[in-house]
């Protein structure tokens, strides 16, 4: 059967549209996955958070630490302020994390991870599609020598988990805003610390049975040393163990960073 000239132009323009949208996809990644790239989202209003800063003596693109507690659900923003000590500027509720305490071991295995992560600008992701993210850098030098596996280990928004912790929308936007602005001047990468719950003596001396009481008076020692200078330490990943400040360095030690 011979095709009409109408027909062959309904079929020229379907064609021609398919390839139009395929294009669009490939410039614009977030619409692979049904939501829009940033610029159509429209630019997150940094003028609230701005305010709220300065009135707590802060400024946005001071250095930023970020603390995270798995059984509290709670993440907190540290800044720099001008005594060079970090300050607590606000904590964000965890919608959801996937898994239970202890840390990420492998692929799949849909833990959310614990430890000592470094996050630099090409772990920032605008076009998300959790609306924005954060990779954690997971598998950092520790779980490599442990031979842990696992990708894409997020902070972002939304409120669903595959070993991410999702902060739900209105606070991603906050705290990416802090990241990225901390990052773009001048901050070589913001540590960011995974701990299963707050550290105190008392808290880790109810978990006396665990199978992770080794590994979580390793994240003590860490954590101790943040509540007790308020600046975060050198960390490194030594012979399967966490060593920091002084001790964080050696041939057997490879220090935790960032992606570069």
Not at 38 to 47: P, V
Not at 93 to 122: H, M, N
């Amino acid at each position: 059967m011979r095709l009409r000239p109408f027909h062959l132009g309904i079929g020229l323009v379907l064609v021609l549209g398919l390839v139009a949208a395929a294009l669009v996809a490939l410039r614009h990644p977030g619409l692979l996955q049904g939501v829009p790239a940033i610029a159509e989202r429209g630019a997150y209003d940094r003028g609230k958070l701005v305010a709220d800063l300065d009135e707590a003596g802060f400024r946005l693109g001071a250095p930023a630490h970020v603390r995270i507690y798995k059984r509290e659900k709670r993440l907190e923003v540290w800044l720099q302020a001008a005594t060079g000590r970090y300050g607590l500027f606000r904590g964000y509720d965890i919608c959801t994390y996937s898994g239970e305490l202890g840390p990420k071991l492998k692929e799949g295995d849909r833990q959310a991870p614990e430890g000592f992560y470094r996050v630099g600008q090409k772990q920032l992701n605008p076009n998300s599609r959790h609306h924005l993210s954060f990779n954690l850098g997971f598998p950092n030098a520790y779980d490599r020598q442990l031979g842990r596996t696992g990708s894409a280990l997020m902070v972002h928004g939304g409120c669903s988990s595959v070993g991410c912790y999702a902060i739900g929308d209105d606070s991603v936007d906050e705290v990416y805003a802090m990241v990225e602005a901390a990052l773009e001047r001048g901050q070589d990468a913001v540590d960011v610390h995974v701990f299963p719950f707050r550290l105190t003596a008392t808290a880790l001396a109810v978990e006396g049975d665990s199978t992770w009481l080794g590994y979580w008076r390793n994240l003590k020692q860490g954590y101790d040393l943040f509540e007790a200078e308020q600046v975060p330490p050198r960390v490194a990943a030594c012979e399967g163990e966490y060593r920091f400040g002084a001790d964080a360095e050696g041939p057997q030690c490879a220090a935790i960073a960032a992606w570069s």
